[in-house]
C-alpha cells in the first residue's frame, strides 16, 4: 500500500503570509468489487458523512459534471466544499474547490478506481495549493484517514447484505 503525504512552503505574499502546498496520496485496497466501492464513496461523501464529534455533516454530492458538494445546515445556510469536475463511474471522481477551508485556497480531489477481480485498489489524491492553516495541513490526513475507512465499512455493509 502506498501512502505519500507532504506540505511545502512555496512564497511569502506581501502581507507577510505564506502560500503553502498540501498533497496526501493513498492507495488502499478494498474487498469489494468496483460498482460497490463506487457507491461507498458516494455515499460516504454525501449522507454518511460525519464530523469528528459523531454528529452528520449533512452533506450533499451531485454526481453528474459540474454537480456542488456541499454542506447543507438549514434555512439557506451552508458550505460549498466543491465542485464535480470529472466523473466516469465507476473509474473516476474528481472534485475542485476550497473544500473545509474558509480561506483563499483550492483544492483537487481524486478518487480512481482500479477493478481486480472482486476487489478494487482505490487510488486517492489531495492536493491544494493557498494560504493553508498549518494545524489544516496537519489535521488533513487524519481526516481523510477517517473518510477512507467510512468508505471501507460502507462498502463492506454493502457487499455482505
Avoid: C
Avoid at 40 to 59: H, R, V
Avoid at 87 to 106: D, V
Avoid at 111 to 127: C, I, N, P, Q, S
Avoid at 133 to 145: C, I, L, M, R
Wanted: charged residues 20%; without cysteine.
Amino acid at each position: 500500500m502506498k501512502n505519500e503525504a507532504t506540505s511545502a512552503v512555496q512564497m511569502l505574499v506581501p502581507d507577510g503570509k505564506t502560500i503553502r502546498t498540501l498533497e496526501v496520496v493513498k492507495d488502499t485496497p478494498i474487498d469489494a468489487p468496483i460498482e460497490i466501492v463506487w457507491e461507498s464513496i458516494l455515499e460516504e461523501l454525501g449522507s454518511a458523512a460525519m464530523a469528528p464529534n459523531g454528529t452528520s455533516m449533512a452533506m450533499k454530492i451531485e454526481p453528474w459534471p459540474g454537480g456542488r458538494w456541499y454542506r447543507e445546515t438549514g434555512e439557506i445556510a451552508g458550505h460549498l466544499w466543491g465542485h464535480v469536475q470529472v466523473i466516469k463511474p465507476p473509474k473516476l471522481l474528481e472534485l475542485n474547490g476550497p473544500l473545509f477551508m474558509s480561506y483563499p485556497a483550492i483544492s483537487h480531489v481524486q478518487y480512481r478506481l482500479v477493478a481486480d477481480g472482486e476487489k478494487t485498489l482505490m487510488k486517492f489524491a489531495h492536493r491544494a495549493i493557498g494560504l493553508i492553516d498549518p494545524e489544516h495541513a496537519k489535521g488533513v490526513h487524519s481526516g481523510w484517514q477517517k473518510i477512507t475507512e467510512g468508505i471501507i465499512a460502507i462498502a463492506a455493509r454493502r457487499k455482505n447484505g
